[in-house]
C-alpha cells in the first residue's frame, strides 16, 4: 500500500521560500506521475507542479519560474521548492500519485485521476 506523508509547511512572509517534502512508502516516485496539488479556502483542489516517472516536469502558470519539483537521488522523496511566495500562495498542499497513466497513456490532470493522497500541509504567505 502506497503512503504519502507531506512535511515542510509553516508560516512565511511575502518573498520568502519554503521547501515541502513528500515521503513515499511501499513505492518509489518514478514509479507514478507525482503531482503537489493545493486547496485554499473556498476554492477547488488545483495542481501546481507535476514530475512524470520519466523526469518530465509541469508547472501552473501561477507558479512558473517560482517553484520547482523534484526528487531525491532515492526516488523516496518528492519535493516542492517554493520561492518568491506570494498570499495568494496560502492554502493547504498535497502531494498525490497517479498510478494509472501507464494504461491511460498520460498523466492525470485532474485531482480525481490521482489514487494516493497525503495528509497535506498548510502554507500560510502573509503580505
Known amino acids: 500500500q502506497v503512503q504519502l506523508v507531506e512535511s515542510g509547511g509553516g508560516s512565511v512572509q511575502a518573498g520568502g521560500p519554503l521547501r515541502l517534502s513528500c515521503t513515499i512508502s511501499g513505492g518509489t516516485v518514478s514509479g507514478y506521475c507525482m503531482s503537489w496539488f493545493r486547496q485554499a479556502p473556498g476554492k477547488e483542489r488545483e495542481r501546481v507542479a507535476l514530475?512524470?516517472?520519466?523526469?518530465?516536469?509541469f508547472y501552473a502558470d501561477s507558479v512558473k519560474g517560482r517553484f520547482t519539483i523534484s526528487q531525491d537521488n532515492a526516488k523516496k522523496i518528492l519535493f516542492l521548492q517554493m520561492n518568491s511566495l506570494k498570499p495568494e500562495d496560502t492554502g493547504v498542499y498535497y502531494c498525490?500519485?497517479?498510478?494509472?497513466?501507464?494504461?491511460?497513456?498520460?498523466?492525470?490532470?485532474?485531482?480525481?485521476?490521482?489514487?494516493?493522497w497525503g495528509q497535506g500541509t498548510q502554507v500560510t504567505v502573509s503580505p
Open positions: 498525490a500519485a497517479d498510478p494509472d497513466f501507464r494504461s491511460r497513456g498520460y498523466c492525470a490532470i485532474l485531482a480525481s485521476g490521482y489514487k494516493y
Open positions: 514530475l512524470s516517472s520519466g523526469g518530465s516536469t
